[in-house]
């Protein structure tokens, strides 16, 4: 079955831009019709949208981070990757990447561990 795992720092200073990477193994990142995700936790508080990447290569932002994210991949290395820019500490959160599958049976039916991420100077 599809396995993701998630890299990157687990500290960002302020103003800096965080960056993550998922790695999908077990799949393509191109099959159709699945949507890589990226999602976050903040301590204390409920999942959030960031936004995902389609099979296509199509992009989607939640509207509150549209103006600060970027979501690309790598389809040599299966990868695909969040940047998040002007960082502050209310970013502070785990974050995770998550395959969402549409059609009859819909949903976020495989997820990575999650990383934690401490923006702090």
């Known amino acids: 079955q599809v396995q993701l795992q998630e890299s990157g720092p687990g500290l960002v200073k302020p103003s800096q831009t965080l960056s993550l990477t998922c790695t999908v193994s077990?799949?393509?990142?191109?099959?159709?019709?699945?949507?890589w995700n990226w999602i976050r936790q903040p301590p204390g508080k409920g999942l959030q949208s960031i936004g995902y990447i389609s099979y296509s290569g199509s992009t989607y932002y939640s509207p509150s981070l549209k103006s600060r994210t970027s979501i690309s991949r790598d389809t040599s290395k299966n990868q695909f990757t969040l940047q998040l820019s002007s960082v502050t500490p209310e970013d502070t959160a785990v974050y995770y990447c998550?395959?969402?599958?549409?059609?009859?049976?819909?949903?976020?039916?495989?997820w990575g561990q999650g990383t934690q991420v401490t923006v702090s100077s």
């Open positions: 998550a395959r969402e599958v549409r059609g009859v049976v819909a949903g976020l039916d495989s």
């Open positions: 077990g799949g393509s990142i191109t099959t159709n019709y699945y949507y």
